[in-house]
């Protein structure tokens, strides 16, 4: 069974940096695309960043020039380095991952929480 586990979220201030990981176990995950996904309260769900195995990534606008994702196959484990945080990026954080052949399963961390604020 595949299981996520975030850890690394926490109270930073506007302008601090902050490095959350991910460890997947159940399964290897070389097929699978890793990455982070965040949730405002009443908000949808959004994109942060994702890479492939092979190391292509995919930034949303927001975050793009701040944040670094980054991953080691051999440990199973997907990081993003987010620096100069704002407000606005408070949210819950979630680890995601997605099988890249078929089935193209996808599964969700538990979440951790990130808080930007003074």
């Known amino acids: 069974q595949v299981q996520l586990v975030e850890s690394g979220g926490g109270l930073v201030q506007p302008g601090g940096s902050l490095r959350l990981s991910c460890v997947g176990s159940g399964t290897g995950f070389s097929i699978y695309v890793m990455g982070w996904y965040r949730q405002a309260p009443g908000k949808q769900r959004e994109l942060v960043a994702t890479i492939t195995s092979g190391g292509v990534t995919n930034y949303a606008d927001s975050v793009k020039g701040r944040c670094t994702i980054s991953r080691d196959n051999a440990k199973n484990t997907v990081y993003v380095q987010m620096n100069n945080l704002k407000p606005e990026d408070t949210a819950v954080y979630y680890c995601?991952?997605?099988?890249?052949?078929?089935?193209?399963?996808?599964?969700w961390g538990q979440g951790t929480q990130v808080t930007v604020s003074s």
């Open positions: 995601y991952v997605r099988r890249t052949i078929i089935p193209m399963n996808v599964y």
